[in-house]
Nanobody
Framework: VQLQASGGGLVQAGDSLRLSCTASGRTLDMYDMGWFRQAPGKEREFVAR????????DYAGSVKGRFTISRASARSTVYLEMNSLKPEDTAVYYC????????????????WGRGTLVTVSS
């Protein structure tokens, strides 16, 4: 599965961004999806996950209440809506595929997409 994330950019603290993830040449239906991020000098960390066909969603504590993961099957796209962004949210964000139950750690991810950089200035 080749995943492509987009929507990153440079924003100010308090702003919002929406990241999108699509797969080249195939649908994302029937896959559990998620987002990870990696800040400079740090390891990759879990951000959010959403199960197929839906109903199960989970967030890292650091983003709960500010970020929203969703999927649009008709467009075969997974989104990460990020609100009230903070400088500590600065990272490369990765769209991932993996079993929902295992997708809270990097080793539980089966496929990684190419990341998109989010930079939040103070």
């Amino acid at each position: 599965v080749q995943l492509q994330a987009s929507g990153g950019g440079l924003v100010q603290a308090g702003d919002s961004l929406r990241l999108s993830c699509t797969a080249s040449g195939r649908t994302l239906d029937m896959y559990d999806m998620g987002w990870f991020r990696q800040a400079p000098g740090k390891e990759r960390e879990f951000v959010a996950r959403i199960a197929w066909p839906g109903g199960s969603i989970d967030y890292a504590g650091s983003v709960k209440g500010r970020f929203t993961i969703s999927r649009a099957s008709a467009r075969s796209t997974v989104y990460l809506e990020m609100n009230s962004l903070k400088p500590e949210d600065t990272a490369v964000y990765y769209c991932v595929v993996g079993p929902y139950a295992e997708m809270v750690v990097a080793r539980g991810v089966r496929f990684w997409g190419r990341g998109t950089l989010v930079t939040v200035s103070s």
